[in-house]
């Protein structure tokens, strides 16, 4: 097993990790809301669950806000007569650290309304985010993703 398989199975296994403490935290939060009498019902264990939980939570929003990013600017499937031209992660260009800015997430608690998703939403209206800071920044509209910068200047040409 070679450096970079080791490094991508150490990745996935603390992602599998990552995910099944969050489920639990998911699970006790929605029981402990449940109105049941459950004998593990303390304050103390929902505000744990609450609090690791929405960490949790916060880290999954900041991953969908970059998965938004690459679909908006940079992601691309590409074919030609039917055939699929980009078979591999190659040509495919996905989000990279360096180029994406800091992205500070905050959850605000609105204990009115119950949980209705867990962080699709930052993906789908990113591209519609973008495009309208590109017409608000130069007037020119673009209507396709991903919006790079040939794609830009095509619409500011038009």
Do not use: C
């Amino acid at each position: 097993m070679t450096a970079n398989d080791r490094l991508a199975t150490a990745n996935l296994g603390v992602a599998i990790a990552a995910f099944g403490v969050a489920a639990g935290m998911a699970v006790m939060q929605a029981l402990s809301r449940a109105n049941l009498d459950l004998p593990f019902r303390s304050a103390d264990l929902y505000y744990l669950s609450v609090t690791a939980h929405g960490t949790l939570m916060a880290l999954v929003f900041t991953t969908f806000f970059i998965m938004g990013l690459g679909y908006a600017l940079s992601e691309e499937l590409r074919f030609e007569g039917g055939k699929v031209l980009d078979a591999n992660f190659g040509a495919y260009r996905l989000p990279r650290f360096s180029w994406v800015p800091r992205i500070e997430t905050v959850l605000v608690p609105n204990d009115a309304l119950s949980p209705q998703g867990g962080g699709e939403p930052a993906i789908i209206n990113m591209g519609a985010v973008l495009a309208n800071a590109i017409f608000d920044a130069t007037g020119a509209r673009l209507y396709r993703s991903p919006m790079t910068p040939a794609r830009v200047l095509a619409a500011l040409k038009a």
